[in-house]
Each structure stands twice: as C-alpha cells, then as structure tokens.
C-alpha cells in the first residue's frame, strides 16, 4: 500500500450502512472500492429477499447499479472515509480543485 495516510483497519470501520472507502491488497495490486456494511434482515431471509449470508461489505459493480459482496480475495482489509465533495461554488474557478 502505497501512502497508506488515513488508512485504518476494517474492524474499526463503521457499520452503520454509511458508505465508505475500502481496499484490499490482490497479487501485490491495491484495489479500492466504495463500499458500506450489509447487516441480513431476518424479516426479507423469511420471505426470500435476501439470503442469510448476505452480510457483509458490498459495493457497486462498475458501470452498474448491480451490488457485489466483497468477499474471498475481495475481502477489504482496510477503510477510510469518504472525502469531503469539492466546493460547488467554486466550480469552474483556479481554485475548484482545492
């Protein structure tokens, strides 16, 4: 992991279903998705909507609005939070990027 400034480890991330920035370490490749946490809800297992492994930390596959478990060789290592968004109001100025 290269910089590795503001990376925490995932059992400190929150759960709270809040997205986040995750990232794992894959043949030496660090790959980053943004992802929040799944908790299965017993009330949709019972009617057949979701599966009782499906907690967990997902993310959207790209180009998509499909979700994926991260999981096996995906399984996140470490979190940090999301960026602040850039300055609306400044949009198209020298500074827009700061």
């Not at 290269?2 to 986040?20: C, E, F, L, M, Y």
């Not at 920035?21 to 057949?48: K, M, Q, T």
Request: hydrophobic letters at 35%.
């Amino acid at each position: 992991m290269t910089g590795g400034i503001g990376w925490r480890p995932i059992d400190t991330a929150p759960k709270d279903g809040s997205d986040i920035i995750v990232g794992c370490d894959v043949a030496s490749v660090w790959v980053i998705h943004v992802a929040f946490w799944r908790e299965v809800d017993e009330n949709l297992i019972a009617i057949g909507w979701e599966a009782p492994g499906d907690t967990g930390w997902w993310s959207y596959t790209r180009n998509s609005v499909t979700q994926e478990k991260l999981e096996g060789w995906a399984t996140p290592t470490h979190w940090m939070p999301l960026p602040t968004p850039p300055n609306r109001d400044l949009k198209g100025t020298k500074d827009a990027d700061q």
